[in-house]
């Protein structure tokens, strides 16, 4: 008889995110019993007839009472209100861990609240997912092969931080322990920045009215691609702009400045400055295919 | 014994483009002869082991003077020194065409001159392309179900625009008429403002020092996804930024705007105004899809 890593874990959040690593665990034989638990019922009862959990808590301070681990894959604006009612209900020594994009407001929420409450917090970000949303979308390979980054602090428990190290990479993941304030200038840059344009792309494209027609009707792959991501969760990507307000903000300054450069050449019609700009860009882009970028 | 639709065409630029419309009209066998010609002799001689064009061109003052149709598939500030010595060997009557990006500069260069050398011009633009360049990269199907643009003018000859109307639907386009300056508007705004911005993500994101590593290596694929453009040929790229000035300054603008919007909604932390910039964006993007957008 296989001992599991973890008993019984409770995942709060039965998305995309939460969802498949319900699904990764148990493909992994890693965990005896999955509870989900979704503020969304419909989306609840969704992830219990597709599998992606064992059960749904009937309350989530039930199910998380006796749990091992509690995984919060909630919008992080929802994250403290979340944790406050799980910590209360908690078992002491037990693991409770996240998946937001955004560490530095999180950690600082969560951690002293844990502290306090006997529990051990782990605070983690897989860095995959798709633009789409709910348990449907869920699946149990999201993880594999992808970054998982940790953001362990000095009064992290490392039994517990390895327990969620090895729980992610029985999800598929390679595990990165990073700087709080690092990961967020990192993920601002390569994620959150790129869903702001995307966002503020389609929204100038689809505003242009010289003509009666949706000019979006014209787009091709190239552009259905590019703005992919502008179709995923506007509560989600309206709390993580809220919560890496200063590294966005940064970035979106730095990214206005070469906008502006590339503007400024085509509007003085300089050739060989633009070549050199596309050029540069393309060798940096190709470089990411050549490395082999875990995606 | 079935006749064709054209007896030699002559591709000049065997690239994706070029190449890709070779291979489709070969496939619908619409064509007796394709005889490619290229400024990279390497290219042109991939063009012909890989059976993309039945021939190479010794010269192409040869090539074209008994053609039917020639198809200029070559950068758009390209187009003109390629017309000029192209016309001046072709036949009276015989169609010139081309695949450029930008319609107006190139139409009023090259029309004039067809109209003085006793060639019928039909601009074109086909919808479609990857990020990839080279002989290497056509394939035949990259026209299938996409939109091809043809850009007519009052002086066009009907029979010539017909002619090349049914070539671009024998390559499996959907085939659209449309102004001239609509068509670089449109083009600016779903096509060349995207790609710019796409540059400029690329060399922002690159150019960030804070930290030692790459952090392009902490990308997932959905940077990968948005990024994909920015691998596109830097001389095409040089060129249509060069020759559709006017429309493109004007779409960075209103992109500007729209980004601006947003950042000033981070700034001040203002959720509603977020969340309802992200919800429009992603009716916007998921209409696309369910319209079933060519691509």
């Not at 940790?150 to 517990?160: D, K, V, W």
């Not at 992610?168 to 344009?197: C, F, N, T």
């Not at 070469?258 to 050199?276: M, V």
């Amino acid at each position: 008889m296989t001992a599991y890593l973890i008993d019984k874990i409770v995942i709060i959040g039965v998305g995309l995110i939460g969802g498949s690593l319900a699904l990764a665990l148990k493909q992994a034989a890693s965990v005896r019993t999955v509870v989900g638990w979704d503020t969304d019922r419909e989306n609840l009862e969704l992830a219990v007839q597709l599998g992606v959990v064992d059960i749904a808590a009937d309350s989530v301070e039930q199910a998380v009472a006796d749990a091992d681990v509690v995984v919060l894959a909630v919008p992080v604006r929802s994250m403290l209100a979340v944790a406050q009612n799980v910590i209360a209900h908690m078992k002491c020594g037990a693991v409770l861990s996240d998946t937001g994009s955004v560490k530095q407001t999180v950690v600082s929420e969560l951690e002293p609240l844990a502290q306090a409450g006997g529990v051990n917090f782990i605070a983690g970000h897989p860095i995959s997912g798709t633009e789409r949303s709910g348990a449907g979308s869920a699946f149990a390979e999201l993880y594999r092969g992808k970054r998982c980054i940790l953001t362990p602090t000095i009064n992290s428990n490392i039994e517990a931080l390895t327990l969620i190290e090895t729980m992610w990479q029985a999800a598929g993941s390679e595990v990165v322990r990073m700087d709080i304030v690092k990961h967020d200038r990192i993920l601002a840059a390569i994620s959150h920045l790129p869903h702001m344009i995307a966002y503020s792309l389609v929204n100038s494209v689809s505003s242009y009215d010289r003509y009666e027609e949706n000019i979006l009707d014209f787009s091709a792959g190239g552009f259905r691609d590019f703005t992919r991501i502008a179709s995923s969760d506007p509560v989600m990507w309206r709390d993580i702009a809220l919560n890496n307000r200063e590294s966005l903000l940064e970035m979106i300054t730095q990214f206005e400045q070469f906008l502006a450069e590339l503007k400024q050449d085509i509007d003085s019609g300089d050739g060989e400055k633009l070549f050199e700009f596309f050029y540069r860009s393309k060798i940096s882009r190709d470089a990411l295919l050549a490395q082999g970028v875990k995606s």
